[in-house]
């Protein structure tokens, strides 16, 4: 519909066509006026070979799920190279919001798969140092972490690490979140308070098309990375499923925000190849066609394809990687069994920083209860693994 | 068909299928409550049925939904929101307590705010942060809002199409850890009861014990095991807690001497405290003990592998019965 | 900062230059392209007329606070040009939700200004009925109604009111908000529904440049009606002082929401004379010159000349104009007086549809109590009205 | 200086730039906090002495405050957040109980979260809707939270310092009514005692008041009026609500045998039922009569011109203790 007074009414999201892409699904290079990278070979190693083991963490956490030893996994089979890609681009001293499906990221930054692994087991909600890794734990409200996000970058820019030129010292704060959490009050308030604020924060968006069974090009009808037009402050669309131009673009938003000029909307466009979670049945909801016309988009096959073709990583290097990624499977189904089930009086410590009367003396009472099913059934301790 | 057996799940399918053929202003809303029907499939089938314009796939923002259902609301429609997990009801609070909750009295009766915002509720069901929690005191303690809980299929089934039909907004509490556990027979030609009354699940004379939605049935568990034990305990089910009503509590109390209330939700500030109160005023000299209160810890609901421990279960009530005669 | 990458940063809202005006605070009618308007002299003086009026109301309610008849009183002073314009722009079936400020809509859709004195005077929260006037009552929560009005215009989709082409039956709803406002989660949720649903509704933002003591231009950093691009729908700029433009516009675009092409974001550009409030004192945090600034071009004033220059009103209508307001306000001052004052035992009516026992019992319970002093005191009735 | 005769509003703002200038990583936020020292100007001056960085005018936009100043606090900071309004906390409500609340028992301890957040609350100014919320019972409610009230200008300095020093949450409530009500003379180089503390502040031996925030005034008065009628009265001011410290009440109500828990948010569910519900669990055997409590009513908080009838006053406590005695 073309309005003569206001012009038109746009109806739905446009198609891929204009996002950044720097290696196409079949695997060639192709340049962009942009956000041209030049990158080593090891580079492209290292990047295939973290998208390798993540996704093969993914695997072995949802078959860890399919035998019981996870009560949840959120997968994030096809976006690693999203994931990958944002995660090489910070630096040291930035700092991470993930959502619930950040575990390409996490990996990046160092945080023990079998770490992650607590949440969805039940152990714990998030078993890793957040400040040892700048990486958040896991926020599962929608939204609510892209304004924590903001928040910190307005932290950094008081701290002083904010466009002092000097490299190792400036900070920038990377925010995930959904195409569905684009919905949320508090990520459009995070994109006021960053604009007002002009912190240095990179909102990156994963729009995997759904939020469970709701497809995105229903609930917004213009490209998502649009959306930071409203606000005053750059979006790019980039192809999700292209580690090398997620890398290229995230790098340099978050430069641009440690160098003091603002936040950025990147939408990676992507699409979620496995269910939202493991309970959840997308084929109640979506097309078995749609999956397999992504599939010829697969973030690792084309690297493969590129490294392979360039003679840039041999056989070798993918039987080694293949061996690597057996180990860390193993490794998990081992060290997730050990993971250890809280204590139950362990509830009521941590509520608070300093302990008040009223939990410590609900704690004694609990322990009293406890101890009288103990005398009970004698000493037998119960394993919390099956 | 009048008798059906059913799960809790599909009586409130079957009950908000029923309210939505009654009435054409019923509308459903909700994140994933189309094509999905709902994570819990509590809306199975009713956008096929009823169309897209009547079981609405929302954008995800909980305060959205409320807030556009209160517009529907003020042109006549009579929407039924569902919120996806107790824990993501508090982005759509402010609209909740200061919007839903008062335009009734805001405009002088004029404007009425028939709603009911379904809350799947409660533990157990082994979940991840957010996805256990019992948030009905922070309701009843808002005027101008109604709250129950059911506990049972039929109950589901009926206290559901009751609570669509008042012209008060309704905070509709599902044990979701009962969606599947237990079926029943519903006689859809019967005529059920008032939605706003307590009822006496299994009687007793020895202490009352009170609950409502999930810990219904493990009260009742509770007085099987003291009756063989030789103690008999009347056990009642809430149903309405806000209005309360109280009277058959404290007929009962008045027998017994003795009373537990039993919830999921935090005891402190749970509505155990409340009808402790309460009850202490109007039994005061029929009290043998102090009315106690088994619930949820003061601790944020702990990760599933030890929720156990925070979960009210039936050797916590038996414990606080052993306390209560031990006054 | 241009960025090479990423374009340019806008720093602070672009001026006024790109609104949409047609009559200039001289008094010259001038063009527009896209909003050209005939309007007949009847209608102007109608403008006029209103705007009058509804300054004199205004006028009337701060003396009344001033002598402590009110609590408070929320002045639109300034203001009038983009609420009467809208008022007028809008049919018989369409739904207004006000803030606290529109009692120039609240005018233009025959709400007795007295009745608008009772939410300020502590009598009622709003004493008029919604439905008669197709006028809701006043919302406090800043940005709350704005959902409202986005559901309602849901509604008017399901009732079959929207795009059948009769324009008897077509409706749209009129959202009101504040630029302090924009800033909710609320409001900017809002957007996303009225997008997702293509519902007819014309969000009409008054940036009058405060939220109370915070200026608009440190919050956004470029002009509020561009905030609608990030959600897909239309947004226009007008001259909120200038009731032909403000008229013009809002037409437009109701028209627009009746006839099914969804929603539009109107940003009135105008500002707000008076205080925030009676209990606001602006001389803390704003300077007199910018208040001068803007007198010049004050909303009645341009449309005065322009009728006066082209001979389209006499003296005597300006005389009878002047009348007609010093008996409304005499009117006010009377009326307001009378406003009964809440009978105690009516705080525990109509806080439901269906009364509850338990609430029947406390008000029984009160009025036990209340009647245990009229014992003592005598019958003595105490009126409300100083 | 060291001895000053202030209000509590005064009080509040010394306070507030006490703790600035001890401690650089305290920052204040809110709306209109800066230039215009608040609505209430309790942050007169503070922008102007510690610049736009330290003192923040944010955007109109609660959850964004509070959600923001869980970032800053991630990072070191402890924000001080002013909420203008009671009524005007629920947007911020979710990123208040799912996100301030639970951080530090979510991240083990990692990750605390030190923030105050400061709200003007209660009625009885004469103004229009949602500005005379009693929310209290509602953030005491959930665990993570801590949450204090001061009823007077001494504890209003001393106390606010000290829920900043806390490296918990605390929900800092404020009787807006009282702000200028009174004045009384602070000396800065004393040394207050501890803030998780409840005061007797009138002794007496035939009941016990317990009140916070603006009721402690009303109990006083009601203590005053009864004195001259012979009875005697003890007063106590609660101070901390959660947790609660009920030592010294429970030692009240052991000598006194009655108490009458004051408050103005609604009776339903408020801090009353909880402290009633406590004091019948631990005093069982020395109460002569149930707890009674007085507060707000069930409704919502009326349009000014009637709010006298919704707010508990000297009248309706005073009736309470009666009550009591017929018991
Ligand atoms: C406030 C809130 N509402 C609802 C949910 C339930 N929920 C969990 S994930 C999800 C969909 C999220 O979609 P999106 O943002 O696109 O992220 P994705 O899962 O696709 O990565 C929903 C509705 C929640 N976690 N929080
Ligand atoms: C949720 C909420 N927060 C704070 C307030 C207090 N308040 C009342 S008006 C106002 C400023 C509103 O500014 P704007 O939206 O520009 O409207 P204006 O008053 O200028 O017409 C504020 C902060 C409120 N009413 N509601
Ligand atoms: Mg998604
Ligand atoms: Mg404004």
Known sequence: MND?????????????GELVQLLTPEGERVHHPEFDLELTPEMLRTFYRDMFLVRRLDVEATALQRHGELGLWAQLLGQEAAQVGAGHALARQDFVFPTYREHGVAWVRGVDPVSLLGLFRGVDNGGWDPHAHGFNLYTIVIGAQVLHAAGYAMALQRDGVVGTGDGDRDAAVLAHFGDGASSQGDVNEAFIFAAWANAPVVFFCQNNQWAISEPIEKVSRIPLYQRANGFGFPGVRVDGN???????VTQAALKRAREGQGPTLIEAYTYRMGAHTTTDDPTRYRLMEDVEHWKLKDPLARVEVHLRRNGLADDDFFAELSAEADALGERMRRECHLLPDPQPLSIFDRVYAEQTAELAAQQAEVATYLSSFADHAGAGAEGGAA | MTTTT????????????????????????????????????ITDGLQKDFGEDRVMDTPL??????????????????????????????????????????????????????????????????????????PEAQFAHTPGLKVVACSNPVDAYWMLQQAIACDDPVIFLEPKRHYHSTRAEIDDAASPGPLWESRVVRPGDAATLIGYGPTVGTCVDAAAVAAEEGRSL????????????????????????????????????GLGAEVAARLTETCFYSLEAPVLRVGGWDTPYPPARVEEAYLPDLDRVLDAVDRSFAF
């Open chain 2, 6 to 41: 059913m799960s809790m799940a599909k009586a409130l399918n079957a009950g908000l299928r029923r309210a939505m053929e009654e009435d054409p202003k019923v509308v459903v809303m909700g994140e994933d409550v189309g094509r999905l029907g709902g994570v819990f499939r």
């Open chain 1, 4 to 16: 003569p007074v206001f012009g038109p009414t746009p109806t739905a999201p446009a198609d891929e």
């Open chain 2, 61 to 134: 923002a909980e305060s959205g939904i409320v807030g556009t259902a209160v517009g529907m609301a003020m042109r006549g429609y009579r929407p039924v929101v569902e919120i996806q997990f107790d824990g993501f009801v508090y982005p759509a609070y402010d609209q909740i307590v200061c919007q839903v909750a008062k335009f009734h009295s805001r405009s002088q009766g004029r404007v009425p705010m028939p709603m009911v915002i379904r809350i799947p509720f409660g533990g157990g069901i082994g979940a991840v942060e957010h996805h256990s929690e019992s």
């Open chain 1, 242 to 248: 292209d580690v090398l131009a997620s890398y290229a």
């Open chain 2, 234 to 269: 009347e056990v009642i089910d809430l149903r309405t807690l806000s209005p309360l009503d109280l009277g058959p509590v404290e007929e009962s109390v008045r027998r017994t001497g003795r009373a537990i209330v039993v919830h999921e939700a935090h005891v402190n500030l």
